[in-house]
C-alpha cells in the first residue's frame, strides 16, 4: 500500500438541518465531510448496530459481494476539489471464478465508501495531500462531544428527580390525594357529588379528572 496515506476512524456522525457532518481523524487532527441526510443515517445506524426490517441500499450490497466471496479491503479518500471529496473503494474477492485472490477498485462517493467500509468494519485511509488540505476541526468536535455530554447528564438528573417526585407521589394515600386536589372525605365517598361542572356529562369529566390527579 502507498505509504502516503493516513489511517482515519469515524469520530462522530451528526445529523443537520437536510445533512449529515462525518467527522473523521485520529489523535491529531479531525476533519468533516458533509453527506447527504440517507447515507448519513446508514453510516449511524451501523456504527450503533441499529437492526432493520428489511435491507437497504448498502445492506444490500453488502450482501451481494458477500455471496460472491467478496468484501470490502480498505476504503481511500483519495482527492478533495474545492470542498468535494473523492474515494476510492477497494475491493477484494476469492471464488470459484478467481482461485487466487482478485483485487477491484472503484470509484465511490465517499459517503457511500464510508458506510461500506463501517458496516464490514473495513480501514480508511486518507491521501496525504487531502490530509494537509483539511481543516483541523478537533477542538469543535471536542466541543460537541462536552456538551453532548452535559446534555445526557442534565436528563439523567432530571428523570432521576422525576422518578423521585413519582415514587413520593405513588406513596401518597387516596386521602392524602384527595385533601391536595381540595375535596373532602364526604365529597369522595359521595358518588353525586356535584364537582361544580353541572351536569351528568361533566360529573363524568369530573370523574376522569380525579383518576388523572390519582
Known sequence: MNKDVIEVQVRAVLPLEGSFAVFLGNESKVFVIYID?????????????????????????????????????????????????HARLIISAENELHTTRKFIELDARPSDSIAMAVQQSAPIFVAKNVWDAVEDVSETLAQIEKRGLEAQQAAATAKEEGDEEEDELEELSD????????????????????????????????????????
Open 37 to 85: 441526510e440517507s447515507v448519513g443515517t446508514a453510516i449511524s445506524m451501523f456504527m450503533r448496530g441499529v437492526s432493520k426490517e428489511r435491507p437497504l441500499t448498502h445492506d444490500l450490497v453488502g450482501h451481494l459481494l458477500m455471496a460472491f466471496g467478496a468484501k470490502v479491503e480498505r476504503v481511500i479518500i483519495n482527492n478533495i476539489n474545492g470542498s468535494v471529496f
Open 175 to 214: 386521602e392524602d390525594i384527595n385533601s391536595i386536589a381540595g375535596i373532602s372525605e364526604a365529597e369522595s365517598d359521595d358518588d353525586d357529588y356535584d364537582d361544580g361542572f353541572g351536569g351528568e356529562e361533566d360529573d363524568d369529566e369530573g370523574e376522569e379528572w380525579k383518576k388523572a390527579d390519582g
